[in-house]
């Protein structure tokens, strides 16, 4: 799939909504705390900072598990769990250098996020365009365009 | 597979399917890459007599074989159909960033058959084709087209029609991005007919060369050797607006549809000096290192804001000598059939065809309804409009000067067009050479661009010769380091007598060009002056690990100019067919009038030399047994 | 190229499986004593407890190694490595090998103790351990050794209703992963379930005349059916000792950077190789399942020429006991001593906190209760972050839009943060 | 010796992109723009085209990202570094780049970025408009210095 949620904290402004949509269309339940997104706050800055699995490609969240349930989607680059064989142990949670590892107390198991299998229902409903959804390539090729044309703006001032 | 991306992709739009062929090694070899693939797979599959606008023609995109490499103006996609101008082989060749992104989607070549239902595009992505609706961009000119569809796909190449293509105007082109596009040959026509707006495509697939080192090495080489080329430094300031003073001094300019000779005005009108006034900054399409494409801005005046790449020796040619506009006029010209995606040589050449039979009474100002005059951008710009939009009178210019011709009594002496394509310029009656017999010869008809002596001087002028040969012009060294067989290059130059044979150096220029036309590099002169086929078989080699001969490579070239004979052949192409327009028989403009019969001569040796049968010019059983061509 | 894997433990697996997964082509061969397939040991005193079924110990089926194209020969051990002639030899057949990787694992550790080998005596450390305590049918234990291991053993069987006593030489429990206070705090949820606790107490006999009638140590005696030895792990280096690789001061197979051992195509993984700790540098023997894997990857990559090298041992032990995290990552007070540490300790209703920060790093971090955000905690620790720099990054409002992960270790750090301003 | 800088005049640069396919070519053996260190923006409308590649910054934000170390500056060389068996492939480099540079390779999911060919880059020597140069840190300075002082004085109309 090569596609990733491509994050722009600059334009989160807290609402939450994705954390509502993701819990309720992952787990049934209306519970921001199941959300396989979280923004992180920083109360005095006014800065909200989505945060959800990145999909590393080579991920230690797989390396600690201590049930190798952590695994590789070979077709779609997805890191995906086999939930029935979670122990709960967490193991992952501290390993996952993002924090992107959810602990679902209700299932008792950890859960990350799937780009629910390739349309992501938090950046469907996202209000303000701070998540998109995109290819890598593409993602990449946009920063550089920025880079470029910023450069080129100053150049024309300079 | 080294070097290739080592699949054809085909596209049937009639049972909206997508299949991929694998790419054969001995085919690859056979047939090297861009014309050759699309010759070869044209004249296997088109059956013959189908009607060029109708769902039995194919389009085939080849991509050359060195593009996708930093192999020097390596960049070039030949495109090839049934032509609707001339019903024979119509093919067209485009450089920019097409070609590299259609070999890293992981195809060498793209196959479109058949008719879509309803307005679509073809998208390609990393080795996956779609055929998706295009009812968002009907009608749409190719600038919004492109930028419709760079909105919806990030980061793809675009290769699309604009309204002429979709009104299928004959002369339409195939548009490659916003600048480039196919424009000879009505290939636009066929896609438009095929009613598919645009191919868009998009790979970040690698080419893998067999001897990294050696491509390196040959790309390091093969920069020099351009850049030693006397050329190199006045095209990579003028691009090909170098010729424009030379052209206009020796009457090889067409100018007034080919009616007048040399303008006195001209060189201060549309010398090269003329790239300083509108621009500063040079564009290259990829792995260039001549950058021969100018960014043009109108900076005053009524086109003022006008920016295009732009300042081509062909519009200024089309539109500024044969229709007499003004510089500013032309760039604005060259905008609008970027836009229109037409022609610029076909359409600038068939509305100076319409002034003059309206200045010679053959048509009348109601059958157009408006004034129109040379130098008249306005007019000249709705007669454009009209052409498009197939209205009034536009709507028989729109099938090509050849067929308007038949509709008006009287027309055909002012009928500009070989084989029903119309000219650029190179008028042979002032300048006779090497190319000006290529217009003859070329399979396409109508112009000079598939047959160029490799080094061509454009100091002189000078017909002495007659008609077999012209001036040579060169030093000694520069006729050591010409890479040609010994034998061929004493048969071709004679250094004593400093001339060239024009028939056995036009064979060996259509077959050179056709070899860089599919190894995908460009045939700006420094390139043709520098590289030859013995350092294209060492590129050919290191990047497809396939060790190839200087010869053999000739050979495929040469294979493949057969290979389209044949299909114009197949198609009915009749020896008569093969002469200049009549006027140039008959008026003097530009220099002295043509003798058919001198003209005939130099044809008949060059069939002898291509081993083609004398008057009918067909290859002989021995040519094609020699070339593995069994029809 | 023939690559021989000795263990299917979790380096055994992951060292096959990164060579699988990297070439296609590559011979893989797997020894092994056991015949199971592989199983996750950490999850035994899950099994114990009854919060899973015995199948889901296993992580793969027998099938699953010829799905991937690993031929194995388990159920027999590896009597010696020929390193000249690159064979090993397995039930009196040599099999020759282009490289090695051992991964012999650890074994548990017994003390000399008079009764240990009577009946009723166990370790736990593979299914059959398991197997045979339950078979045992304990009802009264004594479990010696309060390391994570003896805990989570005594939790598991005082769940299963048996009366369970826990037995510790040194002082606390869990001495080595956890300092005074969060051992306490441990203790006490032990201890509120039931169990007896004795800290600093040597087992000096298992009494019994055919079989475990109880336990003395140097303070009491302690009535028991079951013995449980919980009191460390050994690194399982007899094979590797007889042929002749060498082996380090902390017991284990001396390897380099690239888990190559001294000997020519020879590699070693897991619990049976020391490591360097990514914070001291020293040579240190961290038994823990995420290293092993870890160190499996790398020795794989390095087997089939892939220059990749280990970036040391990180300590991460997390243990849930009674439904409460206890988390310990790095080092411990104890082994940083006193000189130049900066300890912060924080206590709620929710989370307990002990963070200990040398040279403006942090060192180490144990935690009890709800430890959300820790992931990021341990990156800092791992990465040797200074918190200057993390404090950087909070004051750039550019920076920390492109780091939110580190917001979620703040809540750990901001006192220490706001104390330096 | 004074640190050599790459130095990027994209005023000179007209959008051949040879230095992608050269960089690809050296670094990975294959020729695609998506594995060239250095990537040119062209873009059409406005005409500009701009190389771009790494700054190699002092303090390297993708190498502040990087959660598990695998960027590193290399204080010898200038060069800033990723090591590949370190790189988890999270992409979070490729974000935090402010110039857009960090490059991630799909195929083999690692980041990849320039490192200057180890010294001697090979971009350079195929760039024919001299956009990419590698030179001395003060002449590159130098060079910047004097384009803002002749466009200040043609403003000011002096020259």
Not at chain 1, 23 to 52: C, F, M, V
Not at chain 2, 485 to 506: G, H, Q, Y
Not at chain 3, 322 to 332: A, F, P
Not at chain 4, 106 to 130: I, N, R
């Amino acid at each position: 799939m090569n596609k990733a949620v491509v994050i722009n904290a600059e334009l989160c402004n807290g609402c939450g909504i994705c954390e509502l949509v993701c819990a309720l269309s992952t787990t049934g339940q209306w519970h921001p705390s199941l959300s396989r997104i979280k923004i992180l706050a920083d109360g005095q800055e006014n800065l909200y900072l989505p945060l959800t699995c990145i999909h590393c490609i080579n991920p230690p969240c797989a390396t600690a598990c201590l049930m190798n349930v952590i695994k590789k989607e070979p077709e779609t680059g997805l890191t995906i769990r086999d939930k029935t064989s979670c122990i709960g142990c967490r193991a992952c949670e501290i390993n996952c250098p993002f924090g992107a590892c959810v602990y679902d107390y209700i299932e008792e198991i950890v859960v990350n996020c799937d780009l629910c299998r390739g349309n992501p229902a938090c950046v469907q409903h996202c209000p303000t365009g701070a998540l998109n959804f995109m290819e890598i390539e593409e993602m990449m090729g946009r920063r550089r365009e920025k880079t470029a044309h910023e450069q080129v703006i100053k150049g024309m001032k300079a | 597979m080294y070097g290739y991306a080592g699949r054809l992709l085909e596209v049937d739009l009639s049972r909206n399917r997508i299949s991929i062929r694998e790419l054969a090694p001995e085919f690859a070899r056979k047939h090297i890459g861009g014309i050759g693939f699309n010759a070869a797979v044209l004249y296997e599959e088109l059956p013959a007599g189908i009607d060029p606008l109708s769902e039995d023609n194919m389009l085939v995109f080849g991509v050359g074989t060195m593009v996708g490499t930093p192999f020097p103006t390596a960049a070039r996609t030949e495109v090839s159909a049934k032509s609707p101008m001339t019903g024979q082989f119509g093919t067209s060749n485009s450089g920019a960033f097409f070609g590299t992104q259609l070999k890293g989607s992981g195809f060498d070549a793209l196959i479109i058959k058949g008719k879509a239902e309803r307005p679509v595009y073809i998208y390609v992505d990393n080795g996956k084709a779609e055929i998706l609706d295009a009812s968002f961009l009907w009608g749409k000119d190719a600038w919004e087209a492109i930028d419709l569809l760079k909105s919806k796909h990030y980061g793809v190449e675009v290769a699309l029609i604009g309204q002429a293509g979709e009104n299928l105007v004959r002369f339409a082109s195939i548009e490659n991005g916003y600048y480039d596009g196919w424009g000879r040959t009505g290939l636009g026509a066929v896609m438009g007919s095929k009613r598919l707006k645009a191919v868009a495509v998009r790979g970040t697939q690698a080419t893998k060369p067999y001897d990294v080192k050696g491509l390196l090495e040959i790309s390091k080489e093969c920069q020099e050797l351009i850049k030693s080329s006397p050329f190199y430094i006045p095209f990579t300031k003028y691009g090909t607006m170098n010729a424009a003073v030379p052209y206009g001094r020796f009457g090889a300019m067409g100018t007034y549809n080919f009616s007048r000779g040399p303008l006195p005005d001209w060189e201060e009108r549309a010398g090269r000096q003329v790239v300083e006034k509108y621009s500063s900054r040079h564009v290259a399409c990829q792995s260039c290192i001549i950058a021969c494409g100018h960014w043009v801005e109108v900076k005053e005046g009524k086109y003022s804001g006008l920016k295009i790449k732009d300042l081509e020796i062909t519009p200024v040619a089309s539109f500024g000598a044969n229709l007499g506009l003004n510089m500013d006029a032309v760039i604005k010209a060259t905008e609008l059939c970027q836009r229109f995606g037409i022609d610029l040589v076909s359409a600038g050449s068939v509305i100076a065809f319409a002034v003059e039979l309206l200045k010679k009474g053959i048509i009348s100002r109601e059958d157009i309804g408006y004034d129109l005059d040379w130098g008249d951008d306005e007019a000249v710009f709705q007669l454009l409009q009209d052409i498009v939009e197939k209205k009034g009178i536009g709507k028989i210019l729109a099938e090509g000067t050849k067929r308007a011709a038949d509709h008006f009594k009287g027309a055909d002496k002012y009928a500009v067009h070989i084989k029903g394509l119309e000219i650029p310029m190179i008028d042979p009656r002032g300048r006779w050479s090497t190319w000006t017999l290529g217009m003859l010869t070329n399979i396409r008809g109508g112009d000079h661009l598939r047959c160029r002596n490799p080094i061509e001087n454009l100091r002189y002028n000078e017909n002495k010769h007659g008609y077999l040969k012209e001036r040579f012009g060169f030093t000694e060294k520069a006729y050591d380091q010409l890479d040609m067989p010994a034998d061929l290059k004493a048969r071709a130059i004679d250094l004593e007598n400093d001339t060239v044979d024009i028939a056995v150096m036009s064979r060996w220029a259509e077959d050179l060009i056709n070899l860089f036309n599919s190894m995908g590099i460009c045939i700006r002169p420094p390139v043709m002056h520098k590289i030859g086929p013995t350092v294209l078989a060492r590129a050919y080699t290191v990047l497809t690990g396939m060790e190839i001969t200087a010869e053999e490579l000739m050979r495929a070239a040469e294979r493949i100019w057969n290979l389209m004979k044949l299909f114009n052949i197949r198609e009915g192409e009749e020896p008569g067919e093969i002469k200049f327009p009549r006027r140039f028989y008959e008026e003097k403009a530009g220099g002295e009038k043509l003798d058919e019969e001198k003209i005939q001569n130099v044809l008949e040796k060059y069939y002898e030399v291509r081993g083609w049968e004398m008057n009918t010019g067909k290859p002989k059983r021995e040519t094609l047994e020699r070339l593995g061509i069994y029809p | 190229m023939r690559i021989a894997v000795i263990g299917n433990g979790a380096a055994g697996n992951e060292a096959a499986e990164t060579i699988r997964k990297y070439d296609k082509d590559a011979e893989i061969i797997m020894f092994s004593q056991e015949d199971y397939p592989e199983y996750s040991p950490c999850a035994l005193p899950d099994y114990i407890a009854g919060w899973i079924p015995r199948m889901r110990l296993f992580l793969k089926e027998h099938k699953d190694y010829e799905d991937k194209q690993i031929r194995t020969e388990f159920g027999s051990r590896v009597n010696e490595i020929n390193i000249e002639k690159r064979e090993v030899v397995v039930a009196g057949k040599a099999v020759s090998y282009d490289k090695l990787i051992i991964a012999t694992g650890s074994k548990v550790f017994v003390p000399p103790v008079k009764g240990a080998d009577l009946p009723g005596n166990f370790v736990l450390k593979s299914v059959s351990d398991v197997d045979s305590i339950l078979d045992h049918r304990p009802k009264k234990v004594a479990v010696i050794g309060a390391g994570n291991i003896g805990v989570e053993i005594a939790a598991a069987l005082k769940l299963q209703g048996c009366q369970v006593a826990l037995v510790e030489v040194a002082e606390r429990v869990m001495p080595k992963i956890f300092d005074h206070k969060p051992s306490l705090l441990i203790r006490k949820m032990l201890e509120s379930r039931g169990i007896e606790i004795c800290t600093g107490e040597t087992v000096r006999e298992v009494k019994g005349a055919s079989r475990v009638e109880g336990i003395a140590s140097d303070k009491r005696a302690i009535a028991c059916d079951t013995v449980i030895w919980a009191t460390g792990f050994r690194p399982n280096v007899e094979l590797a000792q007889k042929s002749g690789i060498g082996i380090g001061e902390s017991g284990g197979i001396r390897v380099n950077t690239r888990l190559e051992t001294d000997q020519p195509g020879v590699y070693a993984c897991g619990d049976c190789t020391e490591s360097l700790d990514i914070l001291t540098g020293k040579s240190v023997f961290t038994p823990l399942w995420a290293n092993a894997k870890r160190q499996a990857q790398v020795a794989a990559l390095n087997c089939i020429g892939r220059a990749v090298e280990y970036e040391g041992s990180f300590s991460t032990v997390i243990e849930e006991i009674y439904g409460t995290v206890c988390i310990s990552l790095g080092l411990t007070g104890e082994t940083l001593g006193q000189s130049n540490v900066r300890v912060l300790e924080k206590e709620d209703k929710q989370l307990y906190y002990k963070l200990l920060i040398v040279d403006d790093r942090i060192a180490g971090l144990q935690a009890i209760g709800r430890c959300s955000g820790i992931g990021a905690v341990a990156a800092l620790i791992k990465n040797k972050t200074s918190l200057c720099e993390v404090q950087r990054v909070f004051q750039n409002k550019a920076l920390i839009l492109k780091n939110p992960w580190y917001l979620g270790a703040v809540k750990y750090i901001l006192e220490y943060m706001n104390e330096m301003l | 010796m004074s640190v050599k800088v790459l130095f990027i005049d994209y005023r000179k640069c007209v959008g051949c992109a040879t230095c992608e396919m050269i960089c690809s070519l050296v670094n990975e053996g294959v020729c695609t723009p998506s594995l060239s260190r250095i990537r040119v923006v062209r873009n059409e409308k406005n005409n500009y085209s701009v190389p771009i590649t790494c700054a190699f910054c002092d303090k390297p934000p993708c190498a502040g990202v990087c959660p598990v170390t695998a960027i590193v500056k290399n204080r010898e060389t200038g060069a800033v570094e990723v090591r590949n068996d370190l790189c988890i492939g999270c992409r979070q480099c490729v974000q935090a780049c402010p110039f857009g540079h960090m490059s991630f390779d799909v195929s083999k999911g690692v980041a990849f970025k320039c490192d200057l060919c180890g010294g001697d880059p090979e971009c350079v020597k195929f760039c024919w408009t001299k956009a990419i140069q590698f030179i001395p840190l003060d002449m590159a300075l130098d060079s910047k210095r004097r384009t803002v002082a002749e466009r200040f004085l043609e403003e000011s109309g002096v020259i």
